[in-house]
């Protein structure tokens, strides 16, 4: 490690000088209370800008080990600081310091829930802080004096401002550590009592606008209150006791009128997934972690999976079992997610009908009459929904305004009014009774074990450094643009950057063609979880720009990769 006076005395000689001398700075340096690796250099004032690490004492915060010594308690722990470097980095303002990026610091910015990220990473020693800054330029000439007061001035009042012992909010980072810790409990305990999902008394589902994941106002948002029927308690680590609407496993239908929240309600069980912070207004949203949103998504890529469980004699004889193409219409695409999404662990589908193909939700009785079953290859999920529940034990979450059809098979129907929920699911069935459908179930085989599919690396490993984040939520692999934006339980743009660095290290690790999908995105998972994001980078030092996704999104990006090939 090299010292503040070579640091001082090599920034100070490149004053005025091309701006590709800042390379001279690479290395690791001693700068009074912290330490500085400064990893990647960019190469003029408009490129990607420089990948720093400072590393500062732990004994600043003198957290104990009682503190962090479990992966929730760091999890909790490193996202809270890095929004106290967030705070610190708005306070301190932006200031603009010659061309292109210059002067600018950049710090991953989280958002409504806690997610393990690479900004801050604690072990028993350090708080390594990982960021991003833009060095100082005329032009493309050095600005030495400028780079000098970032890195000695604005960086130590930034650890200053969020770790500075004497203000540094203790319980408020206890107050986050446990209720992130009450809230994977909570949701640990749901397969225990029979539930896919619970939305805790009086939480505000409503978010600010279609733009922005911040609550609505309260004045003007309707608390959440559980029918009597539907209400479970629960009893958590930290003490307290929570009520709220329990979801039950099987198939639960969503009703209503338009605009009365049927739609709110199915989003905040989709981010339910999630930990989200004290104040969201959804903190007690706390649904299955293996909870997948479905939709139609025309014209994705398909390979090589068994759709024939919904779609199958096909014209010319084309086989549905090992079904592939390059341009899915809706009701394949729909198909192939649900066997995609099974076939990574998924225990819940999510669904909304405005956002489903409508000739793969149903097939009525007078569309039934006119084209007769053996020239629809189809065969509509309301004949398979309970069937994916009592043989392979995956539930499914609908939002129905359409098709009453779906009342006959629902476990529990949900009515939301003015957004309040109410148990309907009595009078759904005394409907059913006095309005009998006369559609015909076309079922006509069971459906097929879920078939292991295995990712090969050919014609991808030749392109492992161009396997990158886009402009979110789009994928760059080669020459390819992969878009994951029905991804819609991927919240944060950090988990595409992830997304792309586990892809690039599971090409080089799992991906030979025997080991399969689902086993790759696990694996790629828990390296990260043991490991940490720095045992993926394949840059020196680590990007702070991480953010942890699910092994579920993870294994749905793979699939959406054109050039993939699967055995």
């Not at 809270?80 to 010659?98: V, Y």
């Not at 493309?140 to 780079?147: F, P, S, V």
């Not at 076939?343 to 009785?365: P, S, V």
């Not at 760059?476 to 586990?502: N, T």
């Amino acid at each position: 490690m090299e010292s503040q006076a070579l640091f001082l005395r090599t920034l100070r000689g490149l004053d005025g000088k091309p701006y590709s001398g800042y390379k001279a700075l690479k290395g690791e340096y001693h700068l009074g209370f912290y330490n500085l690796s400064v990893d990647y250099v960019q190469s003029d004032p408009f490129a990607p800008p420089t990948r720093i690490r400072a590393k500062l004492p732990m004994d600043l915060l003198q957290l104990s080990a009682n503190d962090i010594r479990s992966l929730e308690q760091k999890i909790a722990t490193e996202d809270f600081l890095t929004r106290r470097l967030a705070s610190a980095l708005s306070e301190l303002g932006a200031k603009r310091r010659g061309s292109g990026r210059s002067g600018s610091i950049l710090i991953a910015v989280p958002g409504q829930v806690m997610l393990g990220r690479s900004s801050v990473l604690i072990t028993t020693e350090t708080i390594e802080v990982r960021m991003s800054i833009g060095l100082p330029a005329n032009g493309r000439r050095i600005r030495a004096k400028d780079a000098e007061a970032m890195l000695l001035e604005d960086l130590p009042y930034l650890f200053d401002a969020a770790f500075s012992r004497s203000t540094f909010p203790f319980g408020e980072l206890f107050s986050q550590i446990q209720l992130y810790i009450d809230q994977c409990a909570l949701r640990k305990s749901l397969t225990d009592s029979g539930l896919i999902a619970f939305i805790g008394e009086g939480a505000i589902l409503a978010r600010r606008s279609g733009v922005s994941d911040l609550p609505m106002d309260e004045a003007m948002a309707v608390p959440f209150k559980s029918p009597d029927s539907l209400r479970v308690v629960k009893k958590l680590p930290s003490g307290r006791t929570i009520s709220g609407m329990g979801i039950k496993q099987g198939v639960t239908v969503i009703v209503g009128g338009g605009f009365h929240g049927k739609s709110t309600l199915l989003h905040a069980i989709e981010q339910g997934v999630y930990n989200h912070v004290e104040g969201d207004g959804r903190e007690w949203c706390i649904t299955d972690s293996q909870a997948v949103k479905i939709r139609a998504e025309d014209g994705r890529r398909v390979s090589r999976v068994d759709i024939s469980g919904f779609i199958n004699h096909l014209p010319r004889g084309r086989s549905t079992t090992t079904f592939s193409t390059q341009d899915a219409s809706g009701s394949t695409s729909q198909s192939a997610a649900i066997v995609e999404a099974i076939e990574l662990g998924a225990t819940a589908l999510l669904m909304d009908e405005d956002t489903c193909a409508t000739n793969f939700m149903i097939r009525d009785a007078r569309m039934q009459k006119l084209i007769v079953k053996e020239k629809e290859p189809i065969t509509p999920f309301v004949d398979r929904v309970r069937e994916l529940y009592d043989q392979l034990g995956v539930s499914t979450i609908l939002v129905i305004g359409g098709s009453g059809d779906y009342l006959d098979v629902a476990n529990v129907v949900i009515d939301m009014d003015e957004y309040r929920p109410y148990d309907f699911t009595e009078k759904a069935k005394i409907v059913s009774k006095q309005l009998p459908v006369s559609r015909q179930k076309e079922v006509t085989v069971p459906l097929n074990p879920i078939r292991a599919r295995h990712p090969h690396p050919q014609n991808l490993r030749n392109q492992l450094e161009r396997i990158e984040a886009k402009a979110f939520p789009t994928l760059h692999v080669g020459d390819e643009f992969v878009d994951l934006s029905a991804l819609e339980q991927m919240v944060d743009e950090g988990q595409l950057r992830a997304i792309a660095a586990l892809m690039r290290y599971a090409l080089n690790t799992y991906v030979d063609g025997s080991v399969p999908l689902r086993t790759v995105v696990e694996k790629s998972i828990q390296q990260v979880l043991n490991h940490g994001f720095e045992s993926i980078s394949s840059n020196e030092g680590c990007s702070g720009f991480y953010t942890l996704p699910r092994s579920l999104e993870l294994g749905m990006a793979w699939n959406r990769v054109r050039s993939l090939t699967i055995r």
